[in-house]
Nanobody, 124 residues
Framework: QVQLVESGGGLVQAGDSLRLSCTVS????????MGWFRQAPGKERDFVAA????????AYSDSVKGRFTISRDSAKNTVYLQMNSLKPEDTAVYYC?????????????????WGQGTQVTVSS
Protein backbone atom coordinates (compact mmCIF):
# COMPACT_ATOMS: atom_id res chain seq x y z
CA GLN A 1 0.00 0.00 0.00
CA VAL A 2 1.37 3.38 -1.01
CA GLN A 3 1.46 6.06 1.67
CA LEU A 4 2.43 9.71 1.38
CA VAL A 5 3.25 11.63 4.54
CA GLU A 6 3.76 15.40 4.51
CA SER A 7 5.68 17.36 7.10
CA GLY A 8 7.16 20.82 7.58
CA GLY A 9 4.09 22.99 7.82
CA GLY A 10 3.64 25.62 10.48
CA LEU A 11 2.90 29.23 11.38
CA VAL A 12 5.23 31.84 9.90
CA GLN A 13 5.21 35.54 9.14
CA ALA A 14 4.92 37.11 5.72
CA GLY A 15 8.27 37.03 3.95
CA ASP A 16 9.48 33.91 5.76
CA SER A 17 10.35 30.55 4.23
CA LEU A 18 9.24 26.98 4.84
CA ARG A 19 10.21 23.66 3.32
CA LEU A 20 7.58 20.96 3.06
CA SER A 21 8.56 17.32 2.73
CA CYS A 22 6.57 14.39 1.40
CA THR A 23 7.94 10.93 2.08
CA VAL A 24 6.58 8.04 0.06
CA SER A 25 6.41 4.49 1.37
CA UNK A 26 5.19 1.33 -0.33
CA UNK A 27 6.87 2.06 -3.67
CA UNK A 28 9.88 3.81 -5.20
CA UNK A 29 9.73 7.12 -7.03
CA UNK A 30 10.66 5.44 -10.30
CA UNK A 31 8.10 6.22 -13.03
CA UNK A 32 6.09 8.16 -10.46
CA UNK A 33 4.97 11.74 -11.03
CA MET A 34 4.41 13.95 -8.01
CA GLY A 35 2.78 17.23 -7.21
CA TRP A 36 1.73 19.63 -4.51
CA PHE A 37 -1.75 21.05 -4.16
CA ARG A 38 -3.31 23.35 -1.57
CA GLN A 39 -6.74 24.03 -0.20
CA ALA A 40 -7.77 27.14 1.68
CA PRO A 41 -10.91 27.16 3.86
CA GLY A 42 -14.04 27.25 1.75
CA LYS A 43 -12.13 26.90 -1.51
CA GLU A 44 -11.31 24.12 -3.93
CA ARG A 45 -8.05 22.23 -3.92
CA ASP A 46 -5.70 23.97 -6.34
CA PHE A 47 -2.53 23.03 -8.14
CA VAL A 48 0.72 24.45 -6.75
CA ALA A 49 3.67 22.59 -8.28
CA ALA A 50 4.49 19.37 -10.11
CA UNK A 51 7.57 17.38 -11.03
CA UNK A 52 8.08 14.55 -13.50
CA UNK A 53 9.53 11.16 -12.65
CA UNK A 54 13.10 12.10 -13.57
CA UNK A 55 12.98 15.40 -11.73
CA UNK A 56 14.10 17.32 -14.82
CA UNK A 57 10.76 18.93 -15.61
CA UNK A 58 8.66 21.04 -13.27
CA ALA A 59 5.58 23.23 -13.40
CA TYR A 60 4.18 25.91 -11.11
CA SER A 61 0.99 27.85 -10.70
CA ASP A 62 1.30 31.52 -11.61
CA SER A 63 0.69 32.50 -7.99
CA VAL A 64 3.82 30.73 -6.71
CA LYS A 65 6.14 30.89 -9.73
CA GLY A 66 9.46 32.40 -8.74
CA ARG A 67 8.84 31.84 -5.02
CA PHE A 68 8.32 28.07 -4.67
CA THR A 69 10.59 25.26 -5.85
CA ILE A 70 9.67 21.59 -6.12
CA SER A 71 12.38 18.94 -6.04
CA ARG A 72 12.75 15.23 -5.43
CA ASP A 73 15.32 12.94 -3.84
CA SER A 74 14.81 9.41 -5.10
CA ALA A 75 17.35 8.00 -2.65
CA LYS A 76 15.19 9.28 0.20
CA ASN A 77 11.87 8.62 -1.57
CA THR A 78 10.98 12.20 -0.77
CA VAL A 79 9.65 15.24 -2.61
CA TYR A 80 10.15 18.74 -1.31
CA LEU A 81 8.44 22.09 -1.73
CA GLN A 82 10.66 25.02 -0.83
CA MET A 83 8.48 28.05 -0.19
CA ASN A 84 10.12 31.47 -0.04
CA SER A 85 8.70 34.97 0.35
CA LEU A 86 5.52 33.57 1.82
CA LYS A 87 2.36 35.68 1.69
CA PRO A 88 -0.83 35.52 3.77
CA GLU A 89 -2.66 34.25 0.68
CA ASP A 90 -0.43 31.16 0.75
CA THR A 91 -2.26 30.05 3.90
CA ALA A 92 -3.81 26.64 3.23
CA VAL A 93 -3.54 22.94 3.85
CA TYR A 94 -0.87 21.61 1.51
CA TYR A 95 -1.26 18.13 0.04
CA CYS A 96 1.30 15.94 -1.61
CA UNK A 97 0.10 13.73 -4.47
CA UNK A 98 1.58 10.99 -6.62
CA UNK A 99 0.72 8.70 -9.49
CA UNK A 100 2.44 6.24 -11.79
CA UNK A 101 3.70 8.03 -14.88
CA UNK A 102 6.64 9.75 -16.51
CA UNK A 103 5.52 13.30 -17.19
CA UNK A 104 4.26 15.82 -14.69
CA UNK A 105 0.63 16.83 -14.44
CA UNK A 106 -1.07 19.95 -13.13
CA UNK A 107 -4.45 18.24 -12.93
CA UNK A 108 -5.75 17.02 -9.61
CA UNK A 109 -7.49 14.14 -11.40
CA UNK A 110 -4.16 12.76 -12.63
CA UNK A 111 -3.11 11.72 -9.14
CA UNK A 112 -4.11 8.53 -7.37
CA UNK A 113 -2.20 8.75 -4.11
CA TRP A 114 -2.60 11.56 -1.58
CA GLY A 115 -1.15 12.53 1.75
CA GLN A 116 -3.14 13.73 4.73
CA GLY A 117 -2.06 17.34 4.32
CA THR A 118 -0.01 19.79 6.37
CA GLN A 119 -1.19 23.21 7.51
CA VAL A 120 0.70 26.31 6.43
CA THR A 121 -0.38 29.58 8.01
CA VAL A 122 1.22 32.88 7.03
CA SER A 123 0.48 35.89 9.21
CA SER A 124 0.72 39.46 7.96
Amino acid sequence: QVQLVESGGGLVQAGDSLRLSCTVSGRTLTIYRMGWFRQAPGKERDFVAAINSSGRSTAYSDSVKGRFTISRDSAKNTVYLQMNSLKPEDTAVYYCAGARGLGYSTSLRSYDDWGQGTQVTVSS
